[in-house]
Protein backbone atom coordinates (compact mmCIF):
# COMPACT_ATOMS: atom_id res chain seq x y z
CA UNK A 1 0.00 0.00 0.00
CA UNK A 2 2.72 2.52 1.25
CA UNK A 3 4.64 1.12 -2.35
CA UNK A 4 1.60 2.69 -4.43
CA UNK A 5 1.10 5.90 -2.57
CA UNK A 6 5.06 6.56 -2.95
CA UNK A 7 5.23 5.71 -6.27
CA UNK A 8 2.02 8.15 -6.77
CA UNK A 9 4.06 11.18 -5.16
CA UNK A 10 7.14 10.58 -6.91
CA UNK A 11 5.49 10.58 -10.39
CA UNK A 12 3.44 13.64 -9.37
CA UNK A 13 6.49 15.84 -8.30
CA UNK A 14 8.51 14.80 -11.26
CA UNK A 15 5.84 15.46 -13.64
CA UNK A 16 4.37 18.80 -11.82
CA UNK A 17 6.52 21.40 -14.36
CA UNK A 18 6.65 19.36 -17.43
CA UNK A 19 3.13 19.50 -17.63
CA UNK A 20 2.51 22.85 -17.09
CA UNK A 21 5.33 23.72 -19.95
CA UNK A 22 2.83 21.38 -22.19
CA UNK A 23 0.07 23.06 -21.48
CA UNK A 24 0.95 26.19 -22.40
CA UNK A 25 2.66 24.76 -25.47
CA UNK A 26 -0.77 23.44 -26.48
CA UNK A 27 -1.89 26.92 -26.60
CA UNK A 28 0.55 27.90 -29.47
CA UNK A 29 -1.69 25.78 -31.96
CA UNK A 30 -4.05 28.48 -31.45
CA UNK A 31 -2.45 31.64 -32.81
CA UNK A 32 -2.78 30.57 -36.54
CA UNK A 33 -6.45 30.08 -36.22
CA UNK A 34 -7.11 33.18 -33.99
CA UNK A 35 -4.22 35.16 -36.57
CA UNK A 36 -6.59 34.17 -39.38
CA UNK A 37 -9.49 34.72 -37.92
CA UNK A 38 -8.62 38.48 -37.23
CA UNK A 39 -7.02 39.00 -40.01
CA UNK A 40 -10.54 37.83 -42.23
CA UNK A 41 -12.72 39.49 -40.26
CA UNK A 42 -10.47 43.16 -40.59
CA UNK A 43 -9.70 42.32 -44.18
CA UNK A 44 -13.11 42.54 -44.42
CA UNK A 45 -14.29 45.28 -42.40
CA UNK A 46 -11.51 47.38 -45.11
CA UNK A 47 -12.78 46.20 -48.01
CA UNK A 48 -10.24 44.10 -49.28
CA UNK A 49 -11.78 41.56 -49.33
CA UNK A 50 -15.34 40.23 -50.06
CA UNK A 51 -17.49 38.96 -47.79
CA UNK A 52 -19.73 37.46 -49.65
CA UNK A 53 -16.84 34.79 -50.43
CA UNK A 54 -14.66 34.83 -47.35
CA UNK A 55 -17.43 35.42 -44.46
CA UNK A 56 -15.96 37.02 -41.72
CA UNK A 57 -16.08 35.24 -38.02
CA UNK A 58 -18.48 37.80 -37.07
CA UNK A 59 -20.94 36.81 -39.51
CA UNK A 60 -20.50 33.16 -39.45
CA UNK A 61 -21.55 33.58 -35.35
CA UNK A 62 -24.64 35.79 -36.83
CA UNK A 63 -25.69 32.94 -39.23
CA UNK A 64 -25.27 30.42 -36.33
CA UNK A 65 -26.88 32.47 -33.82
CA UNK A 66 -30.14 32.66 -35.91
CA UNK A 67 -30.27 29.01 -36.63
CA UNK A 68 -29.97 28.38 -33.46
CA UNK A 69 -32.54 31.17 -32.41
CA UNK A 70 -34.92 29.43 -35.28
CA UNK A 71 -34.36 25.75 -34.17
CA UNK A 72 -33.36 25.08 -37.52
CA UNK A 73 -29.99 24.22 -36.46
CA UNK A 74 -31.32 21.48 -34.60
CA UNK A 75 -33.86 20.30 -37.02
CA UNK A 76 -30.94 19.99 -39.60
CA UNK A 77 -28.30 18.20 -37.21
CA UNK A 78 -31.03 16.07 -36.05
CA UNK A 79 -31.50 15.01 -39.38
CA UNK A 80 -27.89 14.57 -40.40
CA UNK A 81 -27.28 12.60 -37.05
CA UNK A 82 -30.00 10.23 -37.13
CA UNK A 83 -28.95 9.18 -40.50
CA UNK A 84 -25.05 8.77 -39.56
CA UNK A 85 -26.52 7.17 -36.58
CA UNK A 86 -28.92 4.60 -38.24
CA UNK A 87 -26.10 3.77 -41.09
CA UNK A 88 -23.57 3.47 -38.19
CA UNK A 89 -25.52 0.62 -36.78
CA UNK A 90 -26.65 -0.94 -39.61
CA UNK A 91 -22.64 -0.59 -41.30
CA UNK A 92 -21.12 -1.44 -37.70
CA UNK A 93 -23.27 -3.79 -36.57
CA UNK A 94 -22.77 -6.40 -40.28
CA UNK A 95 -18.70 -5.35 -39.30
CA UNK A 96 -18.70 -6.52 -36.22
CA UNK A 97 -20.96 -9.89 -36.79
CA UNK A 98 -18.84 -10.82 -40.56
CA UNK A 99 -15.55 -9.86 -39.69
CA UNK A 100 -16.30 -11.78 -36.09
CA UNK A 101 -17.56 -14.99 -37.72
CA UNK A 102 -14.82 -14.69 -40.86
CA UNK A 103 -12.14 -13.99 -37.90
CA UNK A 104 -13.43 -17.22 -35.89
CA UNK A 105 -14.66 -19.52 -38.89
CA UNK A 106 -12.31 -20.11 -41.46
CA UNK A 107 -14.49 -21.82 -43.74
CA UNK A 108 -16.57 -18.80 -43.77
CA UNK A 109 -13.39 -16.35 -43.93
CA UNK A 110 -12.55 -18.19 -46.84
CA UNK A 111 -15.98 -18.04 -48.30
CA UNK A 112 -16.87 -14.39 -47.55
CA UNK A 113 -13.61 -12.54 -47.24
CA UNK A 114 -12.36 -12.34 -50.66
CA UNK A 115 -15.34 -11.05 -52.16
CA UNK A 116 -15.51 -8.15 -48.92
CA UNK A 117 -11.79 -7.84 -49.89
CA UNK A 118 -13.10 -7.09 -53.66
CA UNK A 119 -15.74 -5.08 -52.66
CA UNK A 120 -13.54 -2.68 -50.40
CA UNK A 121 -11.75 -1.75 -53.55
CA UNK A 122 -14.05 -0.02 -55.05
CA UNK A 123 -14.62 3.80 -53.48
CA UNK A 124 -17.87 3.99 -51.84
CA UNK A 125 -19.56 7.00 -53.56
CA UNK A 126 -18.99 5.01 -57.00
CA UNK A 127 -22.42 3.08 -55.33
CA UNK A 128 -24.39 6.22 -54.98
CA UNK A 129 -25.78 6.00 -58.50
CA UNK A 130 -26.76 2.40 -58.41
CA UNK A 131 -28.20 2.73 -54.92
CA UNK A 132 -29.98 6.03 -55.98
CA UNK A 133 -31.67 3.11 -58.58
CA UNK A 134 -32.08 0.75 -56.48
CA UNK A 135 -33.35 2.54 -52.92
CA UNK A 136 -34.76 5.99 -54.46
CA UNK A 137 -33.69 9.44 -53.49
CA UNK A 138 -34.92 9.77 -49.83
CA UNK A 139 -33.08 8.20 -46.81
CA UNK A 140 -33.37 4.34 -47.72
CA UNK A 141 -30.35 4.98 -50.34
CA UNK A 142 -28.78 7.88 -48.43
CA UNK A 143 -28.81 5.41 -44.93
CA UNK A 144 -27.27 2.54 -46.97
CA UNK A 145 -24.25 4.61 -48.36
CA UNK A 146 -23.41 5.62 -45.01
CA UNK A 147 -23.71 1.88 -44.12
CA UNK A 148 -21.11 0.76 -46.36
CA UNK A 149 -18.90 3.36 -45.52
CA UNK A 150 -18.66 2.35 -41.78
CA UNK A 151 -18.60 -1.25 -42.83
CA UNK A 152 -15.13 -2.10 -44.11
CA UNK A 153 -13.20 -0.15 -41.40
CA UNK A 154 -15.14 -2.44 -38.95
CA UNK A 155 -15.06 -5.31 -40.82
CA UNK A 156 -11.45 -5.31 -40.96
CA UNK A 157 -10.48 -4.14 -37.57
CA UNK A 158 -12.77 -6.64 -35.85
CA UNK A 159 -11.23 -9.32 -38.44
CA UNK A 160 -7.52 -8.66 -37.85
CA UNK A 161 -8.01 -8.48 -33.62
CA UNK A 162 -10.52 -12.01 -34.16
CA UNK A 163 -6.98 -12.79 -36.09
CA UNK A 164 -4.75 -12.06 -33.93
CA UNK A 165 -5.46 -13.11 -30.38
CA UNK A 166 -2.86 -14.88 -28.27
CA UNK A 167 -3.67 -18.82 -28.59
CA UNK A 168 -2.31 -19.03 -25.17
CA UNK A 169 -4.65 -16.85 -24.01
CA UNK A 170 -7.48 -18.83 -25.60
CA UNK A 171 -6.05 -22.23 -23.74
CA UNK A 172 -6.44 -19.90 -20.49
CA UNK A 173 -9.79 -20.61 -21.12
CA UNK A 174 -9.63 -23.96 -22.00
CA UNK A 175 -7.76 -24.95 -18.78
CA UNK A 176 -10.52 -23.41 -16.82
CA UNK A 177 -12.85 -25.23 -19.23
CA UNK A 178 -14.96 -22.46 -20.36
CA UNK A 179 -17.92 -22.82 -22.91
CA UNK A 180 -17.94 -21.42 -26.13
CA UNK A 181 -20.49 -18.49 -24.95
CA UNK A 182 -18.61 -17.92 -21.94
CA UNK A 183 -14.76 -18.07 -24.23
CA UNK A 184 -16.29 -15.41 -25.98
CA UNK A 185 -17.85 -13.28 -23.63
CA UNK A 186 -15.11 -13.48 -20.84
CA UNK A 187 -11.71 -13.79 -23.34
CA UNK A 188 -12.76 -12.91 -27.05
CA UNK A 189 -14.43 -9.92 -26.15
CA UNK A 190 -12.02 -8.43 -24.19
CA UNK A 191 -9.07 -9.25 -25.64
CA UNK A 192 -10.57 -7.80 -29.09
CA UNK A 193 -12.10 -4.77 -27.56
CA UNK A 194 -9.20 -2.23 -28.04
CA UNK A 195 -9.06 -2.97 -31.33
CA UNK A 196 -12.64 -2.95 -31.75
CA UNK A 197 -12.95 0.75 -30.56
CA UNK A 198 -10.66 2.16 -32.67
CA UNK A 199 -11.98 0.54 -35.48
CA UNK A 200 -15.55 1.91 -34.42
CA UNK A 201 -14.28 5.42 -34.12
CA UNK A 202 -12.57 5.31 -37.81
CA UNK A 203 -15.97 4.10 -39.05
CA UNK A 204 -17.77 7.02 -37.33
CA UNK A 205 -15.61 9.29 -38.89
CA UNK A 206 -16.40 7.74 -42.13
CA UNK A 207 -19.94 7.83 -41.54
CA UNK A 208 -19.72 11.74 -41.31
CA UNK A 209 -18.06 11.49 -44.74
CA UNK A 210 -20.51 9.92 -46.15
CA UNK A 211 -23.70 11.89 -44.91
CA UNK A 212 -22.08 14.58 -46.38
CA UNK A 213 -21.86 13.10 -49.92
CA UNK A 214 -25.14 11.69 -49.36
CA UNK A 215 -27.13 14.49 -48.53
CA UNK A 216 -25.20 16.74 -51.32
CA UNK A 217 -26.84 14.16 -53.70
CA UNK A 218 -30.14 15.51 -52.53
CA UNK A 219 -32.01 16.03 -49.37
CA UNK A 220 -34.49 18.60 -48.09
CA UNK A 221 -32.94 18.72 -44.80
CA UNK A 222 -29.78 18.17 -43.11
CA UNK A 223 -26.21 19.94 -42.94
CA UNK A 224 -25.46 18.63 -45.82
CA UNK A 225 -28.60 20.43 -47.65
CA UNK A 226 -27.30 23.65 -45.79
CA UNK A 227 -23.96 23.22 -47.71
CA UNK A 228 -25.68 22.77 -51.04
CA UNK A 229 -28.19 25.76 -50.25
CA UNK A 230 -25.66 27.87 -49.19
CA UNK A 231 -23.88 27.49 -52.85
CA UNK A 232 -27.07 27.85 -54.83
CA UNK A 233 -28.20 31.05 -52.67
CA UNK A 234 -24.69 32.24 -52.74
CA UNK A 235 -24.16 32.46 -49.00
CA UNK A 236 -20.52 31.03 -48.11
CA UNK A 237 -21.48 32.53 -43.94
CA UNK A 238 -23.91 29.50 -44.52
CA UNK A 239 -21.81 27.01 -46.06
CA UNK A 240 -18.98 27.62 -43.35
CA UNK A 241 -21.30 27.65 -40.74
CA UNK A 242 -22.44 23.78 -41.71
CA UNK A 243 -19.01 22.84 -42.35
CA UNK A 244 -18.04 24.17 -38.69
CA UNK A 245 -21.12 22.57 -37.44
CA UNK A 246 -19.79 18.72 -39.32
CA UNK A 247 -16.79 19.66 -37.20
CA UNK A 248 -18.47 19.98 -34.11
CA UNK A 249 -20.47 17.15 -34.35
CA UNK A 250 -18.00 14.89 -35.82
CA UNK A 251 -15.38 15.90 -32.73
CA UNK A 252 -18.15 15.77 -30.16
CA UNK A 253 -19.62 11.76 -31.07
CA UNK A 254 -16.15 10.31 -31.65
CA UNK A 255 -15.24 11.85 -28.08
CA UNK A 256 -18.39 10.46 -26.57
CA UNK A 257 -17.30 7.04 -28.16
CA UNK A 258 -14.25 7.33 -26.88
CA UNK A 259 -15.10 8.44 -23.30
CA UNK A 260 -17.88 5.71 -23.26
CA UNK A 261 -15.63 2.99 -24.26
CA UNK A 262 -12.48 4.32 -21.69
CA UNK A 263 -13.16 2.82 -19.07
CA UNK A 264 -13.18 -0.47 -20.96
CA UNK A 265 -9.39 -0.15 -21.62
CA UNK A 266 -7.54 1.30 -18.87
CA UNK A 267 -5.86 -2.05 -18.22
CA UNK A 268 -3.55 -1.49 -21.95
CA UNK A 269 -0.23 -1.45 -21.43
CA UNK A 270 0.69 1.23 -24.36
CA UNK A 271 1.58 4.63 -25.47
CA UNK A 272 -2.16 6.05 -24.80
CA UNK A 273 -2.11 5.09 -21.35
CA UNK A 274 1.07 6.58 -20.26
CA UNK A 275 0.37 9.92 -22.13
CA UNK A 276 -2.47 9.95 -19.51
CA UNK A 277 -1.54 8.23 -16.55
CA UNK B 1 -3.86 -41.41 -8.14
CA UNK B 2 -2.72 -39.61 -11.89
CA UNK B 3 -1.42 -42.45 -13.26
CA UNK B 4 -0.27 -42.86 -17.20
CA UNK B 5 -0.09 -46.12 -19.11
CA UNK B 6 1.74 -46.34 -22.03
CA UNK B 7 0.67 -43.17 -23.26
CA UNK B 8 2.73 -42.07 -26.79
CA UNK B 9 1.95 -39.32 -28.70
CA UNK B 10 2.64 -38.94 -32.25
CA UNK B 11 2.16 -35.76 -34.44
CA UNK B 12 0.00 -35.62 -37.70
CA UNK B 13 3.39 -35.08 -39.64
CA UNK B 14 4.68 -38.67 -38.17
CA UNK B 15 6.98 -36.74 -35.57
CA UNK B 16 7.08 -39.31 -32.43
CA UNK B 17 6.77 -37.00 -29.01
CA UNK B 18 6.60 -39.01 -26.40
CA UNK B 19 6.59 -43.01 -26.32
CA UNK B 20 5.04 -45.64 -24.46
CA UNK B 21 5.35 -43.24 -21.19
CA UNK B 22 4.09 -45.14 -17.74
CA UNK B 23 4.38 -42.69 -14.64
CA UNK B 24 2.74 -42.37 -11.21
CA UNK B 25 2.22 -39.82 -8.77
CA UNK B 26 0.83 -40.66 -5.11
CA UNK B 27 -1.13 -37.78 -3.43
CA UNK B 28 1.08 -35.34 -2.17
CA UNK B 29 4.20 -36.18 -4.17
CA UNK B 30 6.56 -33.82 -5.78
CA UNK B 31 7.89 -35.50 -9.30
CA UNK B 32 10.14 -33.07 -11.12
CA UNK B 33 10.41 -33.99 -14.80
CA UNK B 34 13.93 -33.25 -16.68
CA UNK B 35 15.60 -33.86 -20.24
CA UNK B 36 16.94 -32.20 -23.43
CA UNK B 37 15.33 -29.94 -25.03
CA UNK B 38 12.48 -31.31 -27.43
CA UNK B 39 12.52 -34.73 -25.59
CA UNK B 40 8.40 -33.96 -24.95
CA UNK B 41 8.04 -32.72 -21.53
CA UNK B 42 5.37 -30.12 -22.36
CA UNK B 43 3.66 -32.70 -24.94
CA UNK B 44 3.42 -34.64 -21.90
CA UNK B 45 2.15 -32.23 -19.21
CA UNK B 46 -0.32 -30.42 -22.27
CA UNK B 47 -1.29 -34.03 -22.51
CA UNK B 48 -2.55 -34.32 -18.63
CA UNK B 49 -3.74 -31.15 -18.42
CA UNK B 50 -5.91 -31.75 -21.05
CA UNK B 51 -5.01 -29.66 -23.54
CA UNK B 52 -4.60 -32.62 -26.09
CA UNK B 53 -4.99 -36.20 -26.48
CA UNK B 54 -2.68 -39.03 -26.48
CA UNK B 55 -2.06 -41.31 -29.44
CA UNK B 56 -2.64 -44.53 -27.62
CA UNK B 57 -2.57 -45.42 -23.88
CA UNK B 58 -4.33 -44.15 -21.19
CA UNK B 59 -4.09 -40.86 -18.60
CA UNK B 60 -6.19 -41.52 -15.35
CA UNK B 61 -6.93 -39.61 -12.40
CA UNK B 62 -8.25 -41.43 -9.20
CA UNK B 63 -9.81 -44.18 -12.11
CA UNK B 64 -11.44 -41.54 -14.54
CA UNK B 65 -10.30 -41.05 -17.69
CA UNK B 66 -8.60 -37.54 -17.96
CA UNK B 67 -9.56 -36.50 -21.84
CA UNK B 68 -10.46 -33.03 -21.47
CA UNK B 69 -9.43 -30.08 -18.63
CA UNK B 70 -10.35 -30.86 -15.69
CA UNK B 71 -11.06 -29.14 -12.30
CA UNK B 72 -8.75 -31.59 -10.89
CA UNK B 73 -5.65 -30.76 -12.90
CA UNK B 74 -4.44 -26.82 -12.69
CA UNK B 75 -1.03 -25.80 -15.21
CA UNK B 76 1.07 -23.15 -14.78
CA UNK B 77 2.80 -22.34 -18.31
CA UNK B 78 6.18 -21.05 -18.47
CA UNK B 79 4.69 -17.10 -18.69
CA UNK B 80 2.02 -16.12 -16.40
CA UNK B 81 -0.14 -15.72 -19.09
CA UNK B 82 -2.91 -13.61 -16.91
CA UNK B 83 -5.09 -11.97 -18.81
CA UNK B 84 -4.48 -7.95 -18.98
CA UNK B 85 -7.60 -6.55 -18.82
CA UNK B 86 -8.57 -8.70 -15.65
CA UNK B 87 -7.09 -6.83 -12.38
CA UNK B 88 -4.55 -8.97 -10.22
CA UNK B 89 -7.97 -10.34 -8.31
CA UNK B 90 -10.30 -10.42 -11.16
CA UNK B 91 -7.22 -13.21 -12.65
CA UNK B 92 -7.15 -15.41 -9.45
CA UNK B 93 -10.45 -15.43 -9.59
CA UNK B 94 -10.99 -16.75 -13.33
CA UNK B 95 -11.37 -19.97 -12.55
CA UNK B 96 -14.16 -19.88 -9.80
CA UNK B 97 -16.52 -17.78 -11.26
CA UNK B 98 -18.85 -19.95 -10.46
CA UNK B 99 -19.10 -19.70 -7.03
CA UNK B 100 -20.81 -17.43 -4.51
CA UNK B 101 -19.51 -14.13 -4.29
CA UNK B 102 -18.36 -14.08 -0.89
CA UNK B 103 -16.61 -17.84 -1.10
CA UNK B 104 -14.53 -16.26 -4.03
CA UNK B 105 -13.52 -13.05 -2.50
CA UNK B 106 -12.81 -15.30 1.04
CA UNK B 107 -10.02 -17.59 -1.63
CA UNK B 108 -9.05 -14.42 -3.56
CA UNK B 109 -7.50 -12.39 -0.39
CA UNK B 110 -7.02 -15.95 1.11
CA UNK B 111 -4.45 -16.68 -1.97
CA UNK B 112 -3.31 -13.54 -1.90
CA UNK B 113 -1.74 -13.26 1.57
CA UNK B 114 -0.36 -16.79 1.18
CA UNK B 115 1.85 -15.25 -2.36
CA UNK B 116 2.81 -12.49 -0.49
CA UNK B 117 1.13 -10.06 -2.79
CA UNK B 118 -1.90 -8.81 -0.21
CA UNK B 119 -2.64 -5.11 -1.15
CA UNK B 120 -2.41 -5.73 -5.17
CA UNK B 121 -5.83 -6.74 -5.59
CA UNK B 122 -6.62 -3.79 -8.01
CA UNK B 123 -3.48 -3.74 -10.05
CA UNK B 124 -3.40 -4.34 -13.16
CA UNK B 125 -1.08 -7.22 -15.05
CA UNK B 126 1.32 -4.89 -16.80
CA UNK B 127 1.97 -3.46 -12.60
CA UNK B 128 3.62 -6.40 -11.71
CA UNK B 129 6.85 -7.72 -12.08
CA UNK B 130 8.05 -11.14 -13.87
CA UNK B 131 8.11 -13.20 -10.67
CA UNK B 132 5.18 -11.40 -9.20
CA UNK B 133 2.89 -12.18 -12.00
CA UNK B 134 4.34 -15.59 -11.83
CA UNK B 135 3.15 -15.65 -8.08
CA UNK B 136 -0.48 -14.74 -8.99
CA UNK B 137 -0.40 -17.27 -12.02
CA UNK B 138 0.50 -20.08 -9.21
CA UNK B 139 -2.31 -18.33 -7.15
CA UNK B 140 -4.88 -18.71 -10.35
CA UNK B 141 -4.24 -22.59 -10.50
CA UNK B 142 -4.48 -22.86 -6.76
CA UNK B 143 -8.10 -21.26 -5.10
CA UNK B 144 -9.33 -23.64 -8.11
CA UNK B 145 -8.50 -26.36 -5.60
CA UNK B 146 -6.90 -29.13 -7.72
CA UNK B 147 -5.50 -32.51 -6.98
CA UNK B 148 -2.48 -32.28 -9.40
CA UNK B 149 -0.78 -29.30 -10.40
CA UNK B 150 1.56 -28.84 -13.37
CA UNK B 151 4.17 -26.48 -14.09
CA UNK B 152 6.04 -26.31 -16.83
CA UNK B 153 9.60 -24.58 -16.28
CA UNK B 154 7.31 -21.83 -14.62
CA UNK B 155 10.52 -20.29 -12.97
CA UNK B 156 12.80 -20.29 -15.94
CA UNK B 157 12.66 -16.70 -17.11
CA UNK B 158 13.04 -15.29 -13.41
CA UNK B 159 16.65 -14.46 -11.39
CA UNK B 160 18.28 -17.42 -9.37
CA UNK B 161 17.38 -15.14 -6.07
CA UNK B 162 13.59 -14.73 -7.19
CA UNK B 163 13.09 -18.29 -8.43
CA UNK B 164 14.82 -19.46 -5.09
CA UNK B 165 12.08 -17.26 -3.07
CA UNK B 166 9.28 -18.81 -5.53
CA UNK B 167 10.78 -22.75 -4.23
CA UNK B 168 9.83 -20.96 -0.73
CA UNK B 169 6.77 -19.99 -1.75
CA UNK B 170 5.62 -23.15 -3.80
CA UNK B 171 6.88 -25.72 -0.88
CA UNK B 172 4.65 -23.26 1.83
CA UNK B 173 1.18 -23.77 -0.75
CA UNK B 174 2.03 -27.54 -1.46
CA UNK B 175 2.64 -28.02 2.49
CA UNK B 176 -0.83 -26.79 3.39
CA UNK B 177 -2.71 -28.20 0.31
CA UNK B 178 -0.47 -31.27 -0.12
CA UNK B 179 -1.38 -31.30 -3.90
CA UNK B 180 0.55 -33.42 -6.01
CA UNK B 181 2.83 -31.26 -8.12
CA UNK B 182 4.58 -32.26 -11.48
CA UNK B 183 6.99 -30.24 -12.46
CA UNK B 184 9.09 -29.39 -15.59
CA UNK B 185 12.77 -27.66 -15.46
CA UNK B 186 15.87 -27.20 -17.07
CA UNK B 187 16.69 -26.54 -13.67
CA UNK B 188 18.84 -29.12 -11.89
CA UNK B 189 18.99 -27.70 -8.68
CA UNK B 190 15.51 -26.51 -8.89
CA UNK B 191 14.50 -30.22 -9.40
CA UNK B 192 16.70 -31.05 -6.44
CA UNK B 193 15.30 -28.63 -4.74
CA UNK B 194 11.75 -29.07 -5.22
CA UNK B 195 11.37 -33.01 -5.53
CA UNK B 196 10.96 -36.27 -3.94
CA UNK B 197 11.22 -38.08 -7.40
CA UNK B 198 12.80 -37.02 -10.16
CA UNK B 199 12.29 -38.63 -13.72
CA UNK B 200 15.09 -38.33 -16.69
CA UNK B 201 13.61 -37.49 -19.92
CA UNK B 202 15.07 -38.94 -23.76
CA UNK B 203 15.10 -37.29 -26.68
CA UNK B 204 13.58 -39.09 -30.49
CA UNK B 205 11.11 -40.58 -29.11
CA UNK B 206 10.27 -38.37 -25.90
CA UNK B 207 10.64 -41.50 -23.21
CA UNK B 208 11.64 -42.21 -19.60
CA UNK B 209 15.27 -42.64 -19.42
CA UNK B 210 15.82 -43.77 -15.42
CA UNK B 211 14.12 -41.95 -12.00
CA UNK B 212 16.25 -40.83 -9.29
CA UNK B 213 14.61 -40.50 -5.81
CA UNK B 214 15.71 -37.45 -3.45
CA UNK B 215 15.55 -38.50 -0.20
CA UNK B 216 16.65 -35.69 1.62
CA UNK B 217 14.67 -33.96 4.48
CA UNK B 218 12.96 -30.86 4.05
CA UNK B 219 13.80 -27.67 3.82
CA UNK B 220 16.82 -28.79 2.29
CA UNK B 221 20.20 -27.23 2.00
CA UNK B 222 21.53 -26.59 -1.37
CA UNK B 223 25.29 -26.57 -0.07
CA UNK B 224 25.00 -29.86 1.43
CA UNK B 225 27.21 -32.90 0.40
CA UNK B 226 23.69 -35.08 0.20
CA UNK B 227 22.30 -32.19 -1.92
CA UNK B 228 25.33 -32.25 -4.20
CA UNK B 229 25.22 -36.12 -4.73
CA UNK B 230 21.78 -36.24 -5.65
CA UNK B 231 22.47 -33.33 -8.88
CA UNK B 232 25.48 -35.21 -9.38
CA UNK B 233 23.39 -38.15 -10.13
CA UNK B 234 21.03 -36.30 -11.92
CA UNK B 235 23.46 -34.70 -14.11
CA UNK B 236 24.97 -37.85 -15.13
CA UNK B 237 22.06 -39.57 -16.15
CA UNK B 238 21.22 -36.15 -18.56
CA UNK B 239 24.40 -37.33 -20.20
CA UNK B 240 24.03 -40.93 -20.55
CA UNK B 241 20.69 -39.99 -21.42
CA UNK B 242 21.78 -38.14 -24.14
CA UNK B 243 24.59 -40.78 -25.75
CA UNK B 244 22.83 -42.97 -24.81
CA UNK B 245 20.59 -44.93 -28.03
CA UNK B 246 22.45 -42.45 -30.12
CA UNK B 247 25.17 -44.60 -31.68
CA UNK B 248 24.95 -42.87 -34.92
CA UNK B 249 26.29 -39.69 -32.89
CA UNK B 250 29.74 -39.26 -33.49
CA UNK B 251 32.02 -41.32 -30.96
CA UNK B 252 34.23 -39.21 -29.02
CA UNK B 253 31.69 -36.72 -28.84
CA UNK B 254 30.37 -36.68 -25.35
CA UNK B 255 28.35 -34.10 -24.48
CA UNK B 256 29.18 -32.32 -20.85
CA UNK B 257 26.78 -31.85 -18.09
CA UNK B 258 27.16 -28.43 -17.81
CA UNK B 259 25.61 -28.40 -21.53
CA UNK B 260 23.20 -30.83 -21.70
CA UNK B 261 20.02 -28.56 -22.46
N1 LIG C 1 1.98 -29.18 -32.09
C1 LIG C 1 3.04 -29.90 -32.51
N2 LIG C 1 3.07 -30.42 -33.75
C2 LIG C 1 4.10 -31.16 -34.19
N3 LIG C 1 5.19 -31.44 -33.44
C3 LIG C 1 5.23 -30.95 -32.20
C4 LIG C 1 4.17 -30.15 -31.67
N4 LIG C 1 4.48 -29.80 -30.40
C5 LIG C 1 5.69 -30.34 -30.17
N5 LIG C 1 6.15 -31.04 -31.23
C6 LIG C 1 7.39 -31.79 -31.31
O1 LIG C 1 7.39 -32.73 -30.26
C7 LIG C 1 8.67 -32.79 -29.65
C8 LIG C 1 8.54 -32.53 -28.17
O2 LIG C 1 8.19 -31.19 -27.96
P1 LIG C 1 8.00 -30.57 -26.51
O3 LIG C 1 7.59 -29.17 -26.66
O4 LIG C 1 7.12 -31.44 -25.72
O5 LIG C 1 9.49 -30.63 -25.96
P2 LIG C 1 10.04 -30.18 -24.54
O6 LIG C 1 10.61 -31.36 -23.89
O7 LIG C 1 9.02 -29.42 -23.79
O8 LIG C 1 11.24 -29.23 -24.98
P3 LIG C 1 11.78 -27.92 -24.24
O9 LIG C 1 12.59 -28.40 -23.11
O10 LIG C 1 12.62 -27.27 -25.29
O11 LIG C 1 10.60 -27.09 -23.84
C9 LIG C 1 9.55 -31.78 -30.36
O12 LIG C 1 10.39 -32.48 -31.27
C10 LIG C 1 8.59 -30.90 -31.09
O13 LIG C 1 9.15 -30.48 -32.30
MG1 LIG D 1 8.79 -27.38 -23.21
Same mark, same amino acid.
Given at each position: ????????????????????????????????????????????????????????????????????????????????????????????????????????????????????????????????????????????????????????????????????????????????????????????????????????????????????????????????????????????????????????????????????????????????????? | ??????????????????????????????????????????????? &??? =? !?? @?????????? /?? %? *? +???????????????????????????????????????????????????????????????????????????????? &??? =? !?? @?????????? /?? %? *? +??????????????????????????????????????????????????????????????????????????????????????????????
Amino acid at each position: MSDTTLTHARAETASGSPRRAFAWKGWIGLILPVILAIGLEWGVRAGWLEGRFTPPPSKIAGTLGELFASGEWFRHALATGWRVAIGFVFGAGAGIVLGTLSGAVPMIRRLIDPTIQALRAVPSIAWVPLFILWFGIFETSKITLIAVGVFFPVYLGVLGAVLSIDRKVIEVGRVFRLSKLETGRRILLPATLPALVTSLRAGLGLGWMFVVAAEIMGASEGLGFLLVDGQQVGRSDLIVSAILSFAFLGFLTDALLAAATRPYLRWRDDLSTAEKA | MLKLDSVSRIFPGGQEALRNIVLELAQGEVVAMVGGSGCGKTTLLRL &VAG =L !DA @PSTGSIELDG /AD %L *H +EPSADVGIIFQEPRLLPWLSVADNIAFGIAHLAREEREARVSRALLRIGLAGYETRWPRELSGGQAQRVAIARALVTQPK &VLL =L !DE @PFSALDAFTR /AS %L *H +EHLLALWETDRVSLLIVTHDVDEAVTLADRIVVMQPKPGRIFTEIGVDLPRPRNRRSDEFHAVSRRVLDALDGSLTEGQSSAAPGKTETAAFWW
